[in-house]
Each structure stands twice: as C-alpha cells, then as structure tokens.
C-alpha cells in the first residue's frame, strides 16, 4: 500500500509567481487536509475536503490560495502572486472514515516552497 | 479554541538514556483525541498513536511508552533506552469529535540522540 505522495518536493519560485503542487492520497482514502509548517512551528490547518467537496478552510488561506480536488482522487494547491511569507512546506495529509470514528490522518513528504 | 503546549524546544541525550517528552494541551470539550507524531529529517510525519479522551490507560509499545492524565491535561511520551534512528522532531497533537480530525499542533520538540 503505497503512502501519500507530493510532487514536487521542493519548488523554488520567485515573488508573484504563481505555483502549484499536487497531493496524492493513500487509495481509497476519501479526506484529504492541506497544512502549511514554517521553520521551528507545527503544521498549521488550510483546507479539508471530503472527496471532491471542500468542506473548510482556515483564515490563514488568503484569497491568493486555491485548493481543489477534482473527482475526490488528487488534489492540487495553488497559491498565485506568491510574496516571501508563502515560504513554508506544505503538507498534505489523507485518511479513511470507512473504519468508524475519529479517522486518523496519513501524512505526504511535503513540498517545501521558497519564495525569493 | 485549543491549544497544545510541548515546551521542550529541544532535548539532547546519549544513546541508551530515557527520555520523555512533554505536551499539555487546553480544550473546552469533553470529547478529544491526542497524537503523537514523529518528523525525521526527510520531512514525513510518521504518525505513532492515538488515544481518545475516555482512555486513559497508558499504552507501551516497544520503546516506546504514553503517559495520559486528564487531571493534569498531559498527554506525555518516554521513549527508553533511546537510539540514534529516534533523533527527530516529535509534535503532539489534539482534534476534536467533530466528525472530522483537523489537528492542532504543538510546536514541536527535537529530540538528539548522539552516540
């Protein structure tokens, strides 16, 4: 059973590009989370979808942010006019509520951004 | 709104010693769930246990031992007889019953373990 995938693993950018990285759920997990962890801080919450529907989004995913998960498979995060605060990695954990209860969540490798 | 507290910034031990590692968490609810994770260098957060807040029984697993009392709101992890491969960042997380698990994370706590 191959684990949560992201592509690309590091991206560096300049400021106001836009970039885009993609998330890869374990198979048949139908939540997938997007977290965004800058240096010495724990993942920070952005967004969570239930198979193709985003069902919340933090305060910290500004309007430059967009997520989607189109046929609730994988999910893509773009952030347009990216500025050097948008420097993070940027995590994408999935999980499954075919178990019952509380799902526990399965976390990517990250895509770790630098914005110059 | 929750929190959770790992006021250890970083730990340093020699091989074979014991160490634990601190969180305290705040909530409101009376229905909660605490993680541990575990961050190598390579980045990937290893997820390691779960505990629901109506079990308070502690839980060993190899090396590895939790310690959970509401009645001090800490959820607290030893690790015994430490070995380099458990040099890593460890965060301690808590999610509410809310139907779905988003997490809010500790700060984190880097545990080096030298020769």
């Known amino acids: 059973d191959t684990g949560v995938s992201q592509d690309p693993r590091h991206k560096i950018t300049k400021r106001g590009q836009n970039v885009t990285f993609r998330c890869d759920p374990i198979?048949?997990?139908?939540?997938l989370y997007w977290y965004r962890q800058t240096l010495g801080q724990g993942p920070e919450f952005l967004t969570y979808?239930?198979?193709?529907?985003?069902?919340?989004k933090s305060r910290l995913l500004s309007d430059r942010f967009s997520a989607e998960r189109p046929k609730g498979s994988f999910s893509t995060l773009e952030i347009q006019r990216t500025e050097q605060g948008d420097s993070a990695m940027y995590l994408c954990?999935?999980?499954?509520?075919?178990?019952?209860?509380?799902?526990?969540?399965?976390f990517g490798p990250g895509t770790r951004l630098t914005v110059l | 709104a929750q929190k959770v507290t790992q006021a250890q910034t970083e730990i340093s031990v020699v091989e074979k010693e014991d160490v634990t590692l601190d969180c305290v968490y705040e909530?409101?609810?009376?229905?909660?769930?605490l993680f541990w994770y575990k961050q190598p260098p390579s980045g990937e957060l290893v997820f390691l246990i779960r505990?629901?807040?109506?079990?308070?029984q502690n839980e060993i697993s190899g090396r590895y031992s939790w310690n959970f009392q509401k009645s001090t709101s800490s959820f607290n992890f030893t690790i015994t007889a430490s070995q380099v491969v458990d040099s890593a960042v460890y965060f301690c997380a808590l999610s509410l019953n809310s139907g779905y698990s988003t997490l809010t994370f500790g700060k984190g706590t880097m545990l080096l373990v030298s020769p």
């Open positions: 954990a999935s999980s499954s509520t075919s178990g019952g209860g509380l799902d526990t969540q399965y």
């Open positions: 198979s048949e997990h139908n939540r």
């Open positions: 909530t409101r609810d009376t229905t909660y769930y």
């Open positions: 505990r629901n807040s109506f079990d308070e």
């Open positions: 979808f239930q198979n193709e529907a985003q069902l919340e």
